[in-house]
């Protein structure tokens, strides 16, 4: 875009006149356009480029795919060989399915359909000057699926390149989602959502948002006609990670009494799994069952279709199923804190193996963020207990393994300032002591490292009558052996 009259400029390249005629007609000097050039043949691109300033000087390549010489594929091909600018748009029809597979794949970062309104050639223009892709990902699935090679020389996916996370958004991008709707449907910021893309680019060597796409439907990722990720206005949304919330869009939903919302827990936290009205009934309620028997068991189901549907649904497409064996939770059709959770772990022991110990500790902050309280926190009944001690196990897990790796950074005040509060409400947790006696030392506070082990031991005899582990007592033997910080 020239920085005085912020026009954009664009080279017209097709081997009709009166189609490039028709293209000045609609790329108009007043609605912000410039055609600084033209050409007949994918081999005068290079010449008419120079003529119009070079390749900075132009915004936007408009592209014909069928030319008698060069076409547009092999034009587009050799103007990447180059460097990204200038991007190329693509104007193809409907029976070009096999030139636009080449040209997505040759480097072209948009397309527009020859029979398409006016308005959508300015906005194309105009996306792809501003470096956005200009793609229907539904047109692009059918094109790539028809063309690509067989099922079998289908390139494969390079195993553990990608965290969990950046592979939701490179999936998210494919299908069309934008920003705020990735953001929206795996529950991370808009910033974050550009942050994992920028790295999915640089792990993949993409050049842009449309590579992204060819490179998800060329290796699987994305097939035409697979269900969107839950996104938009009215997606469902569920958290376990604290009280049991559920949302409709921005809308809270009320779930009901509280022996009705244990039973929704134990669908929810079963994603897939059949769950019989027995076990349901046992989950919930435990050896005090209902007076009603099992027949509250359907009742409660129909209460929840009814205050977890969205417009305009059936309730027999409601995300709680039915069958023979009893009731299922769609899982893919919502987002759960508890999968967000799950992603957000592996990305972070990704990141450890890897070698990365700062993205492995910004993973594993990401995750323990999730946590609002004590899970399930209020829910009556034996599943509803064993689940929040399996969450609230796996919560204190998770902040160990994250001071390890701040430990190793040398982080020892923010280990001493979260570990301090956390023993404080898990007094008798011997590895949370450990660790911090092991900050406290390395931070050069060898006093207090001694009085968190006397502590603990005071604890835990006059508690529980029992003495010390062997990790705390080797961690006292560090302490006590010398005032450095141990290595």
Known sequence: MTAASGELRVLLVDDQELVRSGLRLILRRRDGFVV????????????????AGGVDSVDAVVMDLRMKRVDGIEATRRLRASGPRPPVLALTTFDDDELLAGVLRAGAVGYVLKDSPA????????????????????????????????????????????????????????RGLTDAEIAGTLGISASAVEAHFERVCAKLRLRDRAAAIVYAFD????????APAPAGPDALRFSVLGPLQAWRGPNLLDLGPVRQQALLAALVLRPGETVSPGELLDGVWGLEPPGTGGRVVPVYVHRLRKCLRGAGERTEDSVIGSDRGGYRFAAE????????????????????????PAAAVEAYAGALALFHGEPLAGLPGPFAEGERVRLTERRLTLVQEKALLQLKLGRTDDVVHELSALLAVHPHREPLAVLLMRALHGGGRRADALAVHRRMRERLRTDLGVEPGAELDRELRVVLSSDRAPS
Not at 219 to 226: E, I, N, Q, S
């Open 219 to 226: 290796h699987g990722l994305v097939t035409p006609g697979a």
């Open 119 to 174: 308005e959508d050639l300015i906005r194309a223009v105009r996306a792809v000057a501003m470096g956005e892709a200009w793609l229907d990902p539904a047109v692009t699935g059918r094109v790539l699926t028809t063309y690509r090679a067989a099922a079998s020389d289908r390139p494969a996916m390079p195993s553990g390149l990608l965290t969990p996370r950046e592979l939701d958004v490179l999936t998210a991008v494919a």
């Open 333 to 356: 059709r919502a987002h759960l804190d508890v999968t967000e959770l799950t992603d957000r772990i592996a990305e972070a022991s990704t990141a450890s193996h890897g070698g990365d």
């Open 36 to 51: 600084v050039g033209e050409c007949a043949d994918g081999d005068e691109v290079p010449a008419a480029l120079e003529a």
